[in-house]
Every structure is written in C-alpha cells, then in structure tokens.
C-alpha cells in the first residue's frame, strides 16, 4: 500500500536510464546514422512486396474495374469502404497523443509522440487510397474537388461523402503540418550531426536552417500550442464526419444519432492498439527502452480499457435502441447482425473488442510487454471486423428478392494485405531515416531542462563558497 | 580580407540555469540585439530576454476567418447561382449542411496561417548564418548553450562585452565575423 501510494506521488521518471542531453541525441541519432540492420532490410523488402501488390491490385482495377470486386447488388460498398474506416480510425491515436494529450499536459507523449504522428500520417495515405480509387472512373476522380471546369459542374455540398473529402483531405494536411514542425529541430540536429555532403544537404533543407534561437523557440512553441488546439477539434470531427457517410443514410443499422461518438471511441481504441503494435517491436529493436518505457505502455493500455469499454457500451446501446424505437426494420438488421449470415464476423467483433480490453484490468497484464502486443493485435482484428460488420447491414435491405451474401474476392484481399504493404514501406522509410523519438522535446522534459531543478543551485552554492 | 565587419560575438554557458541569468543579466546592462541559442525551449527565457508574446496568434485568426468566408461562400454560391440543381428535395443552400465543410476549411488555413507565419515571423528558410563558422556552434542543437550578441548593438564594444560574458560564466567568448 505505502509503495503504491509512492508511486502516485512520486510518478516513475519520464526518461529511464539516467540519460543526459547528449545521450538522448545520440541514442535517437544512432538509429538513422548506423547502416541498415539485415532486420530492416529483410523488412523493407517484405514490405516493398506488399506495396507492390498493392500497385498491381489498383492498375488491374483501374483496367477493368470494380467487378474484380466481390460486390453485388444490395452491398455497393464492400471492402474499399471497411478498410478507408480501417485506416483512418487507425490514425486517430497519433493525433490524440500529439494534440489532445499535449493540451492536457500528459509529458509522458513526448516519448511516442513522433511515432504515432509517423503513424497518423501513414495510415491516412493508406486510407485516401480506397475513397481515390474505388469511385470506378478513375480519370473522373478529381470530380471530389471543386475545381472550376468546362462543363460549369459543382460538387454536392450536400452530401456527406463530399464533407468527407474536406474532413480527411484537412486531416492529412494539418497531420503533415504538425508533424513537420515537431521535426524541424530534430532534423537540425542530425544536419548539425552529418558526416557527409548528401546528409547535410538533405537534412539542412528540411530542417530550414533552424538553429535554435529563443526568439524562434518563443513563436514555436506558440504555433505548436495552437496546432495541437486545432487539431483536438479536427480529429474529433474527422471520425465524427466518416460516421455521416453511414448517419445520414436511411439504412437500417446506420441511420443512427450514437455513430459520431461511437466512431471516435472505436478510432482511438483501434489507433492506440496500433500504435502498440507498432511501438512494442520497435524499442525493442532499436534500444529505445529507456524513452519508450513500461509506464508508456501502461497508459496506453488505460486509455485501450476506457475507449473499448465505451465501444463495449455502443455495442449495447445500439441493440437497445433498435428494440426501443420499435422499427421493424432496425429491429431486424441487428438480430440479422448478431445471428444472421454475418453472425460469425460480429461474434469476432464482440470477443476482441469487448472481451480484450477488459484484461486490462489487472496491472500485471497492462505492465506485461508480450501480453501487450498479442492484445493489440486482437484490438486491430476486432476493430476492423466492426466497420466489417456495420457494411454488411447492407447485404439485406428492405427487399428480400435483392438479399444476397457478399464475399471478397481475391483483389480485395490483395488490396487490404497490399495497404498494410504501403504502411510498413512508409514506416520502415521513416524509423531508417527521422529520429523516431523527438529529441528536444524528450530533452525538455528531462529535470536538468528546468533552469530551476535543484541540482543547479547545489552546484552553484558550492562554487560560491569555493570562490 | 581587412574589411571583413564583426558580427558580433558569441559565449557558451554550461547549462539552462547558467544561460538563463546571463540572457537576464545582458539585458539588464541594456543590450538589445542579443540571443540565446538551445537545444530546446527553455522554461522563463521569453521574461529573461523581455520578450514580447508570440505574433503567431494572429495570423492563425486571419487564416481561420479566411478559411470560414471561403467554406461559406463556395457552397452558397456553388450550390444557388453557379450550379442550381435540387437534390433530394433539400435546399439549394442551408448553413446546416454548410457546417462541416466551413469548419474544416477554417481549420485547414488557420494551420496554414499557423505554419507559415510562424517560419515567417522566425525569418526561415535561412540557409546560412554568420555563427555557421563557429565550429562549436553545432552543439547548439545537441547539448549546449549560447548566448550571442550582435555587433550592430548600440552597446556592443569588443573588450566591454567580452569581459561581460567571461564575467557571466560564459566559456570559449568568440568574436564573430559576418
């Protein structure tokens, strides 16, 4: 009991491992400027296996289109739809940690911050790639935007999916933007670090000549203070709007007012369960125990316990109201969900989303690296069974002469393996090649960094009395 | 060579606590034209320097009230005089269906504004700088700090501000040439 009263007191100490500034620089630096290891590279090239069957899925679909899909009549939307809510319900984490959890002062993000904006953004690209392609006339895409053209044609303010196209498009951008800044300093440090032409060059450029001047360190701060102000409300709205593109439909099992919140809870789940996944092999590898440690991993897990238990309770509501509303058809499409043909993809729903996350109850499995990691991977399936499952509300609509069953055929398994492909080819390039640790935030949250930590006027009141 | 002018001149301190005091105390003695230089932010150093707030604020304002009348004024205007055409019996313009796409473009340029004024205000890009040839000046974004005053300070004279830095605990004082 007093041990853990302690530990509330006295929290365990950001940075583990009794690092100085110069440590921390070169322990983040290290991983850039070493020679890729034969992991990496073995890695890089299953990932560039995947990236590319990713590219031959898109050039046969735009050669023959979307019937090499498993689509039919009732279900127009299949996979395409399911995995774009994958990808961008997977980025949210990066943005929660980056903005939300910077305006709630949590120093403990400044670890993974990096990582999991690497993330947000990786995954975005996956995601904008299934919207992009799947509108079937490929060469007509740019109709989403709206561009003054010859045929005097605007898009449709109207409709959710072209509010869509602003929400995820503003998304990616602001991601970007956000993600960069946090990077300039740290890609000062490594152009200051180069040893050679090409390094310097490279690293110089991006990093724009930042030399870490109080007068910049003073309006940087501030455009980081507000980026992260913009961003809370923009990651809340982007789920909340990819939810519309369902809401505002008259689909039984979508035309529901719960799906803006219940979206965002299951994104952050799906998000921080990545960002585990991801996180758990890579300190390992690169040694960045010290940064990314055991209380890191708790608190994430925490945050998985709450958001799966929200979505738990979606689960719950959404039953309830179907049986409440006393609709016949939102009545049905929920019993035809929980033991209908898809009986099997919602039961693995439930289990992993509903079931996982409550092991975290118990300390011991939420401290437990391994335990941590399989667990994460049940939180991802879960998470992509959910958008699996909500799409099929399509496959029996009001007519049952139109019921029919959807199954994917093999271009939609190449292009969802193929997207992970793409991903991992993206973070692979990124760990190789940007410190994966914000350097000067971690040193900032070091307690040398505060000009008042007590070890300075120890230190002075000794040369005072020497002098 | 002869007429190459000063800079100014440029000391390392051993840590934020030591950077600190000599930033508060250089402008006490009515320097200017002075900086410090660290690898992060250092918590109090805007009191320190006498800086004023941040500009940036303002810039994220214009951009996001930029960003609104753009969002407001493209779908009214789109959706009523340019491409009139009713769509499932709803209005050619109503501010309800208008709110996600105003709110995320006014986000959208309120981070344009964000970014770009605040590299503006910093003066960035700026590739070159005269402390580049100062060869421990590279730590500056690893693990040490500096503290710069410039020759065009109406202060500045080589010997007074030499010993003032020396006099601050400043270590390696180097004339800088421009």
């Known amino acids: 009991m007093a041990q853990s009263m302690n530990d509330t007191i006295f929290p365990p100490p950001l940075v583990e491992g009794g690092h100085s500034f110069g440590s921390i620089t070169d322990a983040v630096c290290r991983i850039v400027e070493e020679k890729p290891t034969v992991g990496w590279l073995a890695a890089f090239g299953v990932a560039n296996i995947g990236a590319l069957m990713l590219l031959v899925s898109i050039a046969w679909l735009i050669w023959e289109g979307t019937g090499i899909w498993g689509l039919n009549n009732p279900v127009g939307w299949g996979w395409a739809i399911v995995n774009f809510v994958f990808w961008v319900g997977i980025g949210h984490a990066g943005t929660l940690i980056s903005a939300i959890l910077f305006l709630f002062r949590q120093k403990w993000r400044t670890a993974i911050n990096r990582f999991a904006e690497a993330m947000t953004i990786f995954a975005v690209i996956c995601a904008l790639v299934f919207p992009g392609i799947h509108v079937g006339r490929i060469w007509a895409a740019y109709w989403m935007l709206p561009l003054p053209n010859q045929m005097g044609m605007w898009p449709n303010f109207r409709s959710p999916l072209l509010w869509d196209v602003f929400a995820v498009s503003t998304y990616f951008t602001v991601s970007l933007l956000f993600w960069y800044v946090g990077l300039v300093p740290d890609m000062a440090t490594l152009r200051d670090r180069a040893k050679n032409k090409i390094a310097f060059w490279a690293y110089g450029m991006l990093s724009l000549g930042w030399r870490g001047a109080n007068r910049h360190w003073s309006n940087y701060e501030r455009a980081y203070l507000l980026l992260a102000a913009l961003a809370t409300p923009l990651v809340l709205s982007v789920h909340t709007i990819v939810s519309f593109d369902f809401a505002v439909s008259i ?18 789940f799906s998000g921080f369960a990545m960002v585990l996944t991801l996180a758990v092999p890579s300190r390992k590898i690169f040694g960045l125990e010290d940064f990314i440690t055991v209380r890191h991993i708790e608190n994430m897990n925490k945050i998985i316990l709450v958001t799966g238990t929200m979505v738990g309770y979606a689960y719950a509501m959404e039953f309830f109201i179907a049986w409440y509303s006393a609709s016949p058809y939102e009545g049905f499409a929920f019993v035809n969900r929980a033991f209908g043909p898809y009986s099997w993809a919602y039961w693995i729903m439930v289990s992993c989303n509903v079931i996982t996350p409550q092991f975290f109850w118990f300390k011991k499995i939420r401290t437990n690296v391994t335990m941590t990691f399989i667990l994460s991977i049940f939180v991802n399936i879960g998470m992509w ?83 | ?58 810039i994220t304002l214009l951009g996001g009230l930029t960003g609104l009348t753009i969002g407001f004024t493209l779908q009214w205007w789109s959706g009523s005089i340019a491409y009139p055409i009713v769509i499932g019996g709803k209005p050619l313009f109503a501010w309800q269906f208008g709110l996600p796409v105003m709110f995320e473009l006014t986000i959208l340029l309120s981070a344009f504004g964000t970014v770009f004024g605040m590299f503006g205000l910093n003066k960035l890009p700026r590739p070159y700088h005269p402390l580049d040839k100062i060869k421990r000046f590279k730590k500056a974004t690893d693990d040490a700090f500096f503290l710069s005053i410039e020759a065009a300070d109406a202060k500045f004279d080589l010997g007074g501000s030499k010993a003032l830095l020396e006099k601050l605990g400043g270590k390696h004082v180097t004339l800088v040439e421009e």
């Open chain 2, 1 to 58: 060579m002869a007429d190459r002018k000063n800079w100014g001149m440029v000391a390392e301190f051993d840590n934020p606590a030591r950077l600190l005091e000599a930033a508060q105390k250089v402008r006490e003695a009515g320097y200017q034209k002075f900086e410090v230089w660290s690898p992060f932010p250092i918590h109090g150093m805007d009191d320190a320097m006498g800086l004023g707030g941040s500009k940036v604020p303002w």
């Open chain 1, 385 to 467: 069974f959910e958008r699996f499952v909500i799409t099929m509300s399509l496959h029996r609509d009001y007519l049952p002469s139109s019921w029919d069953y959807y199954a994917p055929t093999i271009w939609d398994m190449t292009t969802f393996i193929g997207s992970f492909g793409l991903f991992f080819t993206l973070f692979l390039l990124f760990l190789k090649f940007l410190p994966a640790v914000a350097i000067a935030e971690v040193k900032g949250v070091l307690p040398q960094a505060d000009p008042h930590w007590e070890g300075y006027h120890a230190h002075h009141a000794e040369e005072a009395s020497h002098g």
């Open chain 1, 251 to 268: 689909i039984p099992g979508w035309h529901t007012t719960i799906f803006p919140p219940y979206f965002v809870a299951g994104a952050i």
